[in-house]
């Protein structure tokens, strides 16, 4: 009884192991942005992966994301970080699709909520050292979890989180027309300072 009891338990964590490792690779921006494989990920790293991730959430590459793309794009990232395709994601799935692991994501308590004023990468960046550590990651990440959380039943739907993503949405498009162009992008991202200016035509 005790062989096939342990047999079980050692089925069990391999799933989960295995799931876990299918997580950092398919779907972890930490992992995709640490280009050096530091365990860390530096800022001219984040501006690369920011590159990438706003071409594929243009859905008809005409260089502009519109809110509806920013919308759908959201729509999947919420599906991918549903594991177990049980229509609800957990802290530790949300995390482990930003960050590769969950660490103490379970921990956190206090939201995080973001606006116009703020950038990712700089309230990830708490250390001040200008790179994104793994546990800064995942602190960030399970914050915003208990924001996006709207009954704070350790539960977020994909409506909880969809309807702040209209909100965010919102905030991203600086001059409300409708589309998040990629400086705006940027700065909601890694900050205004950071971010490229918009290429404009040179005035006559």
């Known amino acids: 009884m005790k062989l096939i009891r342990s047999f079980n338990v050692l089925v069990g964590l391999c799933f989960i192991f295995s799931l876990g490792s299918g997580a950092v690779y398919a779907q972890s921006l930490q992992e995709k942005a640490d280009a050096d494989r530091d365990q860390a990920v530096a800022r001219e790293e984040m501006k690369s992966a920011l590159d990438i991730r706003y071409k594929n ?17 959201r729509q999947k990232n919420f599906d991918d970080a549903d594991q177990n395709q049980d229509k609800v994601v957990v802290v530790e799935e949300w995390v482990i699709y930003w960050c590769g692991t969950a660490g ?6 206090k939201p995080l909520k973001m606006d116009r004023t703020a950038s990712r990468s700089k309230r990830m960046d708490t250390s001040k050292d200008g790179k994104i550590q793994t546990g800064e990651c995942v602190a960030f990440w399970a914050g915003r979890f208990v924001d ?11 409506d909880e989180y969809i309807s702040k993503m209209m ?13 998040i162009m990629i400086d705006e992008y940027y700065i909601s991202w890694i900050g205004k300072d950071k971010a490229p200016a918009r290429n404009r035509k040179p005035a006559k």
């Open 167 to 179: 909100a965010m949405a919102k905030a991203m498009d600086l001059n409300n027309d409708g589309i």
């Open 148 to 158: 996006l959380d709207g009954n704070k039943d350790g539960k977020m739907t994909r």
């Open 104 to 109: 103490d994501a379970a921990r956190v308590r």
């Open 57 to 73: 959430e243009d859905a008809n590459q005409d260089g502009k994301v519109t809110t509806d793309e920013y919308l759908q794009a």
